[in-house]
């Protein structure tokens, strides 16, 4: 059984800092691309940020320069620090894993922006 499990949303003021973390299990965690969306309300969910099996990482450009994406195959853990965070960074966000045309979500996490 196949499951992502987010942690680490909640509320902060902007300009702060928060860090998402998300567990995997019943995959061969090291081949998969882990990545990072977001879904705000009233909105389609977007990419945020990957990281390949292959050691790439990508991010959409509203992130670029203040989100860092991070694994660690060991633990079978993908990371997201966010930095100076805004008000439109609100959003529930979701681990994604993919591979060969497997795809899996975790259940997401909230992160809230306000002052």
């Known amino acids: 059984q196949v499951q992502l499990v987010e942690s680490g949303g909640g509320l902060v003021q902007p300009g702060g800092s928060l860090s998402l973390s998300c567990a995997a299990s019943?995959?061969?965690?090291?081949?998969?691309?882990m990545g990072w969306y977001r879904q705000a309300p009233g909105k389609q969910r977007e990419y945020v940020a990957v990281?390949?099996?292959?050691?790439?990482?990508m991010y959409a450009d509203s992130v670029k320069g203040r989100f860092t994406i991070s694994r660690d195959n060991a633990k079978n853990t993908v990371a997201l620090q966010m930095n100076s965070l805004k008000p439109e960074d609100t959003a529930v966000y979701y681990c994604?894993?993919?591979?060969?045309?497997?795809?899996?979500w975790g259940q997401g996490t909230q992160v809230t922006v306000s002052s």
């Open positions: 990281f390949t099996s292959g050691g790439s990482t």
């Open positions: 019943g995959i061969t965690f090291s081949i998969y691309t």
């Open positions: 994604n894993g993919n591979w060969n045309g497997y795809n899996y």
